[in-house]
């Protein structure tokens, strides 16, 4: 009963909420003052008064001394502050104020939200704790995290999944040159904590599904001949799942990792909701990972930035991590965004499994209806796995023994079967593309987009529509009306088209490109390649037409955006593969970050 009642509680946005309920006298940063600075200029506006001129708020002055109003007016004020509308400001007064002339101030006012927002975006203050030293809120908001995903100790980030790399490079990686074994298509904060850390990364080359030409992560045979090669590596570091929500069992990878002494870190920034229903695919922590990051912001219910970092084991050194994590996150951390993890967190402690019963329904009624749409295909694994319960649910009856379980029972990953590196997909990432091949990802977003839909992301083939607890039925629908509409549209297209629709797939499969797909195909894994914070000079480059690059070393980080996965690196060599890759890409609309070019007509390389 004692742990249900902790489970229930939200002790950090709690304490926010005590300090905006205690009406105290703000003498500290930030420096709006709980919003005062705005709710002044609206205070004044409805006045008629010059916001420059010296207004005593909330108290009164007389005979040369300030009278108390024993809080009359304080409430007064909070109760016109509580009934302003949407755009900021009482209603009547807009109308009165911008007859007035004095409708420009109001206009500098935020909408109600934002003020409201204001008076809980607090600092490190008696009673909310210190993120860098936690001893009270925080300290119990991140203990009841660590229950809720089966951590050992859970650090909350305040700079997305992107702090929690760094910081977990930055600890394996504790002396210049270590080596550390990464799969090479990772997020670009992988690639600037190797920088940071002066590091050597063997890049491990990803598995790819056959069938949709995607990436997924290093083979288990891969992973293994690395760590043999290379039994001086600080860790192993991996993406699952990937960005279109694939992913397999690590555990063999991890058993690989533990028999060599090292820890395996999981960037699982897209999967901090596994493990949390009996329809969601297990988590790292689950497979036996040492660090996970996971971004609580983009699958659960945390703001933007939100993320938190999940640790067991014995294998990581937590005091020098907790230095790293002083290092890569602001001295001065978002509170609200904190507080939103520790709410994110309860929502999941409290309900459990049923948190995802309103996404579950919208994605169900999605793929119904998409079923009945031929044209779309959705991607799904050829042998799926059935996803194991959470931890202390029971087994359902009559579900099967899954891979992971069969490994940890004895069955080797040589003897699983080939498609074993895309098991298992996130229900709530419906991957779709034209299975007649007449749109591109890119086009078919643009046109999703048109229709008042907005994917997550798109490449060369697919559209990737991001559902979560959060989504509702009506979405689904709305979706489904808009997938409705494009068929229509482009109708004429695909009947103009000479090709069969099975043809197409088979030329689109040869010529397809991801912006996740960041991989060397003729080597399981690289020779170690140096990091360095050391600036390239740039009288040492000059700018080429992107066709006449290859040869070239990079001066540049090439990196298609979104997912942010660096295509190719400063001082790599450019192989023909790579511009090709690049152009394609380009040629499609992809977006690029990192390159001087943005037109990517011509790439900065290294003078030889």
Not at 489 to 518: F, R, V
Request: one cysteine or more; glycine letters at 8%; hydrophobic letters at 40%.
């Amino acid at each position: 009963m004692e742990h249900k009642n902790k489970s229930s509680s939200a002790p950090l946005y709690e304490a926010l909420l005590a300090y905006r309920d205690s009406k105290q006298r703000s003498f500290h940063v930030p420096g709006h003052k709980n919003g005062q600075a705005y709710r002044h200029l609206l205070e004044q506006a409805e006045a008629g008064q010059s916001p420059a001129k010296d207004i005593v708020n909330e108290e009164h002055q007389h005979n040369g001394e300030i009278q108390n109003d024993g809080g009359k007016n304080v409430n007064q004020k909070v109760e016109r502050f509580s009934s302003v509308d949407e755009h900021g400001a009482d209603l009547q007064s807009v109308e009165r104020l911008s007859v007035e002339g004095a409708h420009s101030e109001l206009e500098l006012v935020p909408v109600r939200s934002f003020l409201e927002m204001m008076e809980m975006d607090v600092t490190e203050i008696t009673g909310t704790d210190d993120l860098h030293h936690p001893e009270g809120v925080i300290q119990e908001a991140q203990e009841l995290a660590a229950d809720c995903f089966g951590a050992e100790e859970s650090f909350f980030l305040v700079g997305g999944s992107t702090a929690g790399n760094l910081s977990l490079l930055l600890t394996v990686c504790d002396e210049p040159n270590s080596i550390v074994l990464v799969q090479r298509n990772v997020h670009k904060s992988v690639i600037h904590g190797l920088m940071l850390s002066g590091a050597r990364a063997v890049f491990l080359e990803p598995w790819v599904d056959p069938a949709s030409g995607l990436a997924v992560m290093p083979s288990v045979e891969t992973v293994q001949a690395a760590v043999q090669s290379y039994p001086e590596a600080k860790g192993v570091l991996v993406t699952l799942p990937n960005y279109y929500g694939m992913g397999a069992d690590l555990t063999p990878i991890a058993e690989v990792c533990h028999a060599a002494g090292m820890p395996l870190l999981v960037d699982e920034a897209h999967g901090a909701h596994y493990g949390q229903h009996p329809e969601l695919p297990v988590s790292a922590l689950s497979c036996g990972a040492d660090g996970v990051v996971q971004s609580t912001h983009k699958m659960l219910t945390a703001f933007t930035m939100g993320a938190m970092l999940h640790i067991q084991g014995p294998l990581l050194n937590r005091s020098l991590l907790r230095q790293r994590l002083a290092m890569v996150q602001s001295s001065s951390p978002s509170y609200p965004v904190m507080a939103s993890l520790d709410l994110a967190r309860r929502l999941l402690h409290v309900q459990g499994a049923n948190t995802f019963t309103a996404g579950f329904a919208a994605v169900k009624a999605f793929k119904r209806g998409l079923a009945e749409l031929p044209r779309f295909q959705l991607l799904q694994p050829a042998q799926p796995l059935q996803p194991e319960p959470p931890a202390g649910t029971a087994k359902p009856a009559g579900m099967p023994v899954s891979a992971a379980q069969q490994t940890r029972k004895g069955l080797t990953a040589a003897a699983m079967p080939a498609a074993a590196g895309y098991t298992a997909q996130d229900p709530f990432k419906a991957v779709i593309y034209d299975g007649a091949g007449v749109l591109s990802g890119y086009r078919l977003q643009q046109q999703l987009e048109a229709c008042g839909c907005v994917p997550e992301m798109s490449d060369e083939r697919y559209v990737v529509l991001l559902f979560s607890l959060g989504s509702t039925v009506q979405d689904a629908q709305h979706l489904l009306q808009a997938l409705h509409h494009i068929s229509s549209a482009n109708g004429h297209e695909l009947n103009q088209s000479n090709t069969e629709p099975s043809q197409q797939i088979a030329k689109g499969s040869a010529h397809y490109i991801s912006t996740w797909n960041n991989l060397q195909e003729t080597t399981r894994y690289s020779e170690p390649i140096s990091f360095t914070l050391q600036p390239i000079v740039e009288t040492n480059t000059i700018n080429v037409p992107i066709e006449e690059s290859v040869g070239c070393r990079s001066a540049e980080m090439v990196v298609p955006y979104p997912p942010g996965i660096p295509l190719v690196y400063p001082g790599e060599r450019i192989s023909t593969s790579m511009v090709a890759r690049i152009q394609l890409l380009r040629d499609e609309g992809a977006k690029f970050h990192g390159v001087s070019d943005a037109s990517l007509r011509s790439l900065k390389v290294m003078k030889e």
